[in-house]
Nanobody, 128 residues
Framework: VQWVEAGGGLVQDGGSLRLSCVAS??????????MGWFRQALGKEREFVAA????????YYADFVKGRFTISRDNAKNTVYLQVNSLKPEDTAVYYC????????????????????WGQGTQVTVST
């Protein structure tokens, strides 16, 4: 599976970014899979951010998102997005896109173990 994650960067407190993730490969289609975003800050464990089922009709978010982040997908482009708004310095982390072998979501989708394929990550840095 080949991954292309983009959209990260340096932004000021309160700023916004749009992260994107394209996953492709022989016999692999992200459009038929539930997808998720995780993040890992320096010195901390990787944590769940958001997930979406294969069709885009069902979404899960971490509590800390509080309406600031939005996950979406364009299956025609095999692309998953994470719009991150009202960024705070504590949002600084490497953000990872991941894919499951399932089409739907469950509470299990909030855990790393639910995901079988991982992107390389994109750095988001929020300055004060």
């Amino acid at each position: 599976v080949q991954w292309v994650e983009a959209g990260g960067g340096l932004v000021q407190d309160g700023g916004s970014l749009r992260l994107s993730c394209v996953a492709s490969g022989r016999g692999f289609s992200s459009s038929s899979r539930a997808m998720g975003w995780f993040r890992q800050a320096l010195g901390k464990e990787r944590e769940f951010v958001a997930a979406m089922n294969y069709s885009g009709r069902d979404t899960y978010y971490a509590d800390f998102v509080k309406g600031r982040f939005t996950i979406s997908r364009d299956n025609a482009k095999n692309t998953v997005y994470l719009q991150v708004n009202s960024l705070k310095p504590e949002d600084t982390a490497v953000y990872y896109c991941a894919a499951t072998n399932r089409i739907g979501l469950s509470d299990y989708s909030r855990t790393e173990r639910a995901y079988d394929y991982w992107g390389q990550g994109t750095q988001v840095t929020v300055s004060t």
